[in-house]
C-alpha cells in the first residue's frame, strides 16, 4: 500500500528583510517578501528521501495561509513533492497556534496520512511546538525535533538531540514528525523539477470546505492577544578599537570596568 | 493567593537554574506549586521550597523516561486538575515547551512560548517576547483559559524566599497516547565541566574565523579564564569544529548572558536571533563591516589569534 506522507510548510517573511507588525499587530505580510521557511526544506527533503525508500508512496505538501503561499508550495513541488494543498480564507488573518493547529489537523485528515513531517521551527512564529499540538489533535504518535530519520514497517524510527542527552525513538506509524536542520542539507530544486512543479495538482481549501467555524480562528478567534509590539531601541553605538597590538589588553580594560574581570 | 503551577527541570533531582527563575517570576503572579516528575524528588523538595515553592507535587513512574513528552503531560495535566491554577509556567526548553503545547490544548487554554519577562495584569499574566530576532518586543496576554506560559533561561534574577513546599503525592493515570513513542535508548551527552550554555552568565562563542578544530582551544582558553561557557556559530558546528549542542541562533541555543563574545562571528540573523538578547555584547572581527558590530558594547577590529589569547593573559593576570 502506498505511503501517504503530509508535510506541513510554513510561508513566511524573509528574515533579512525589515520584519514587523502592522497596525491590528500582526504580522506585516505584505512589506517584506515571503518565502517557504527554510527549516521546512528539511521537512520535505526528509519526505523525499523517505518516499524514496518506500515501496509506493505519495507526497502532499500543505500549507495554511494568505494567497502568496502559494510560492512555498511551489517551492516545494519543484524539490519533488507530488501535489499540494492550500488552505487560504479572509477569516484565517491573524490566527495563532491554537487556530493554524485546528486547521492543519482537519486539513490533515481530509486528505488522509500515514506520516506527517513538519520543519523544527517556523522562522517567523519560532514557537517550535505546532508538531507537538499536531499530534496531540490527530490522536497519534509524536516523534519530534528528529536529526536522523527512517520509516520501515509501518514505524518510524529517529535520533532526538536533547539538551542532555541524545534519544532513539520509535513509534507506530500514523505519527507526526519534525525534523531538525542536522537532517541533511535540502537539495535545490533542478530545472527539471520547476518545469514540472507547474503542471502538479495545487488544490486549494477555505475553512468551510474543512468545516471549520470563522471564529475558531483568526484574530477574533485566537487563545492569545498581542497587546503592544514595540521595536527594540537601536543600541547606541558601541566602542570600536583597531587593534595594533593591544587590542586584547583595551578589551580586558573594558571587560574590568564593565565588572565581568 | 491563587495558585501558580510551575513545572521542574532537574537532572535526577538536581533542579536547574531557569527552574528557580521560574519561582521568582511566578510569585509575581500567584503562590507557587512545584510539580517534581520523575526520581529525585526529596532532594529537589529542599530547593524549590527555598525559592517559594509553597507546595511540591511529585510523581515517579518508568513512563516518563521510557516514553516521550505525553507521560508528563498526562502528569501536569493532573495536577492541574488537582490545583486549579491561574497560570501553568514551563522553561523554555524543547521538552519544556512540548509539554506545554499538548497541556495548553488538552485544558483550553492559549499558550505564550519564550517569554522573556512577566508581570501580573488586570486579566492575567502579561508576557514579554523577544521576536523576529530580538529586533522587537511584543507583550502579550492569554484570552482563553489557564494562561500557560514558557520562559526563557536568564529572564529573572533568582531570589531566594522561603515556603512550606510541602511534598504531596499526585495520582496520575496514563493515557492511551503516553505509551506512544517509545525512547529506544538514551546516551547522556558528557559534560564539558563547564557552565550549561544557556545558563551561563557569559558566553564566548567562535565562529568560521576560528578557521578548524584545532584552533577551538583560543575560544576554550578564554571561556575558562572567564567561567564562561563555550558557543559556536552554525558555520563552526557544520564544519564539524564545534559540536551542535553549543550552536548558538535560531535553530541552536538561544542565549541571554550578562556578557557575550563573539569572535570570527560575522553576526547573521539567524545568530543574532540566538543572542541579541544578551545584556553586553563584545566582538572580535577582523573585518571592520562584520555586521556583528553594529550590535557590540565594544568591539575589536583585529585577528582573534592576536586578541583572544592577550585577552586571556591579561583576563588571569588581573584575577590572580
Ligand atoms: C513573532 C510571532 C510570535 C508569535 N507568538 C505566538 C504565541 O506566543 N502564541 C500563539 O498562539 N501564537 C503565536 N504566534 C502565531 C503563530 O506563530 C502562528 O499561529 C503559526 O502559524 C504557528 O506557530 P509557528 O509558526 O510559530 O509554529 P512552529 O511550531 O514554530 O512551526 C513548526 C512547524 O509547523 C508547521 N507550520 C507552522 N505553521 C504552519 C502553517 N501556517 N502552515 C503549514 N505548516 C505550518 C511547519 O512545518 C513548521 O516548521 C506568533 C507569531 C509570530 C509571528
Ligand atoms: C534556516 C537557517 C538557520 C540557521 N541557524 C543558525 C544558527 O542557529 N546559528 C548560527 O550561527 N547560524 C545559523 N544559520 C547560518 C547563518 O546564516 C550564518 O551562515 C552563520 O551564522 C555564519 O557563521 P559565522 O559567522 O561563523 O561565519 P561567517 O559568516 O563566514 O563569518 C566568519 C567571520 O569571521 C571573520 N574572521 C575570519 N577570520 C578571522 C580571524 N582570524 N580573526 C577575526 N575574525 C576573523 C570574518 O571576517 C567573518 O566576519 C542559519 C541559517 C539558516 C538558513
Redesign the pocket.
Given at each position: 500500500m502506498s505511503l501517504r506522507i503530509v508535510v506541513c510548510v510554513k510561508y513566511v517573511p524573509d528574515a533579512t528583510g525589515d520584519r514587523h507588525f502592522a497596525e491590528d499587530l500582526t504580522v506585516d505580510r505584505d512589506d517584506v517578501d515571503g518565502l517557504l521557511s527554510?527549516?521546512d526544506e528539511y521537512a520535505v527533503e526528509q519526505a523525499l528521501q523517505i518516499a524514496d525508500e518506500a515501496d509506493e508512496a505519495e507526497i502532499t505538501v500543505l500549507t495554511v495561509g494568505p494567497e502568496d503561499a502559494k510560492d512555498a508550495l511551489r517551492k516545494a513541488l519543484s524539490m519533488g513533492a507530488d501535489k499540494a494543498v492550500h488552505v487560504e480564507d479572509d477569516d484565517l488573518h491573524g490566527t495563532d497556534v491554537m487556530g493554524t493547529s485546528l486547521v492543519l489537523a482537519k486539513a490533515v485528515e481530509k486528505i488522509g496520512y500515514d506520516l506527517v513531517i513538519c520543519g523544527m521551527a517556523s522562522?517567523d512564529g519560532n514557537m517550535g511546538v505546532l508538531p507537538a499540538i499536531l499530534a496531540e489533535r490527530l490522536g497519534v504518535p509524536q516523534v519530534t525535533l528528529l536529526s536522523e530519520v527512517s520509516v520501515e514497517d509501518g514505524r518510524v524510527t529517529g535520533r532526538r538531540d536533547g539538551d542532555t542527552a541524545s534519544e532513539q525513538l520509535e513509534a507506530a506509524l500514523p505519527a507526526v514528525v519534525s525534523v531538525t536542520?542536522q537532517s541533511g542539507e535540502a537539495r535545490y530544486p533542478s530545472f527539471k523539477g520547476i518545469m514540472a512543479a507547474k503542471k502538479k495538482p495545487v488544490e486549494s481549501w477555505d475553512l468551510e470546505d474543512l468545516e471549520i467555524d470563522a471564529d475558531a480562528v483568526g484574530l477574533e478567534g485566537a487563545w492569545t492577544k498581542v497587546e503592544d509590539a514595540k521595536e527594540r531601541p537601536a543600541r547606541t553605538a558601541g566602542t570600536i578599537v583597531k587593534d595594533e597590538g593591544e587590542g586584547g589588553k583595551q578589551l580586558a580594560e573594558f571587560l574590568a570596568g564593565q565588572k565581568f574581570i | 493567593m491563587a495558585e501558580v503551577l510551575v513545572y521542574v527541570d532537574h537532572v535526577d533531582g538536581a533542579v536547574r537554574k531557569p527552574t528557580l527563575e521560574l519561582l521568582t517570576l511566578a510569585r509575581r503572579i500567584g503562590d507557587p506549586v512545584a510539580v517534581h516528575l520523575g526520581a529525585g524528588a526529596d532532594a529537589a523538595a529542599g530547593v524549590l521550597a527555598e525559592h517559594g515553592a509553597v507546595k511540591v507535587l511529585t510523581a515517579d513512574a518508568p513512563e516518563f523516561a521510557d516514553y516521550l513528552v505525553v507521560p508528563k503531560v498526562d502528569a501536569v495535566a493532573a495536577a492541574y486538575q488537582a490545583v486549579s491554577p491561574v497560570a501553568v509556567l514551563f522553561p523554555s526548553s524543547a521538552e519544556g515547551k512540548e509539554i506545554a503545547a499538548r497541556l495548553a490544548v488538552r485544558i483550553g487554554s492559549g499558550l505564550i512560548t519564550d517569554a522573556v519577562d512577566l508581570e501580573a495584569g488586570d486579566e492575567g499574566p502579561v508576557a514579554t517576547q523577544s521576536v523576529f530576532a530580538a529586533a522587537f518586543t511584543t507583550r502579550s496576554t492569554v484570552t482563553k483559559g489557564t494562561p500557560v506560559i514558557t520562559v526563557k533561561p536568564n529572564s529573572a534574577a533568582v531570589e531566594a524566599a522561603p515556603a512550606a513546599g510541602a511534598v504531596e503525592q499526585l495520582e496520575v493515570s496514563f493515557g492511551e497516547l503516553a505509551t506512544g513513542t517509545k525512547v529506544v535508548s538514551r546516551t547522556p551527552r558528557e559534560s564539558t565541566g563547564r557552565p550549561e550554555l544557556t545558563e551561563a552568565a557569559i558566553v564566548v562563542s567562535g565562529?568560521?574565523?576560528v578557521?578548524g578544530a584545532e584552533n577551538f582551544p583560543v575560544i576554550e582558553a578564554l571561556a575558562d579564564s572567564l567561567g564562561a561557557a563555550v558557543g559556536a556559530?552554525?558555520?563552526?558546528v557544520d564544519a564539524g569544529w564545534y559540536p551542535h549542542t553549543a550552536?548558538?541562533?535560531?535553530?541552536?541555543k538561544s542565549v541571554s548572558p550578562q556578557l557575550y563574545i563573539a569572535?570570527?562571528?560575522?553576526?547573521?540573523i539567524?545568530?543574532r536571533a540566538?543572542m541579541q538578547t544578551s545584556k553586553t555584547i563584545v566582538a572580535?572581527?577582523?573585518?571592520a563591516e562584520?555586521p556583528i558590530f553594529e550590535l557590540v558594547d565594544y568591539g575589536v577590529v583585529g585577528?582573534?589569534?592576536d586578541v583572544v589569547p592577550q585577552l586571556t593573559e591579561e583576563v588571569k593576570a588581573r584575577k590572580g
Open positions: 527554510e527549516l522562522t536542520d | 565562529g568560521r574565523g578557521n556559530s552554525r558555520a563552526a550552536q548558538v541562533g535560531q535553530t541552536g569572535a570570527g562571528i560575522s553576526g547573521a539567524q545568530h540566538g572580535i572581527n577582523k573585518d562584520a585577528d582573534l589569534f
